[in-house]
């Protein structure tokens, strides 16, 4: 099993910037991909992001291109999502996930984390 802890979550005005952070322990080696999700209330599940193991080749849904940033330490079998230039719009929870699956991006993530709130006020 892999457990998936995220923090760094909270509130921002507009244009700010909040980094998030998911921390894996278990057997974290089984991971080879790890993304962000968002949901915000009433939406379903969103993809924001994803990032393979060696970090090259991060995946981002339109909406977040050039103002987030995925990136990994594998040392530390944490997983970063920078979010710049914050909108009302990317209010949400943010879940982190996790995949051994060999494809990339994966079809489906195996673990999840909790989530975090982000929140930005206009």
């Known amino acids: 099993q892999v457990q998936l802890v995220e923090s760094g979550g909270g509130l921002v005005q507009t244009g700010g910037s909040l980094r998030l952070s998911c921390a894996a322990s278990?057997?974290?080696?089984?991971?080879?991909?790890m993304g962000w999700f968002r949901q915000a209330p009433g939406k379903v599940r969103e993809f924001v992001a994803a990032?393979?193991?060696?970090?090259?080749?991060?995946r981002y849904t339109d909406s977040v291109k050039g103002r987030f940033t995925i990136s990994r330490d594998n040392a530390k079998n944490t997983v970063y999502l920078q979010m710049n230039v914050l909108k009302p719009e990317d209010t949400a929870v943010y879940y982190c996930?996790?995949?051994?699956?060999?494809?990339?991006?994966?079809?489906?993530?195996?673990?999840w984390g909790q989530g975090t709130q982000v929140t930005v006020s206009s």
């Open positions: 278990g057997r974290t080696f089984s991971i080879l991909t």
């Open positions: 990032i393979g193991w060696s970090g090259s080749s991060p």
């Open positions: 996930a996790a995949s051994g699956a060999d494809d990339y991006p994966p079809g489906e993530y195996r673990y």
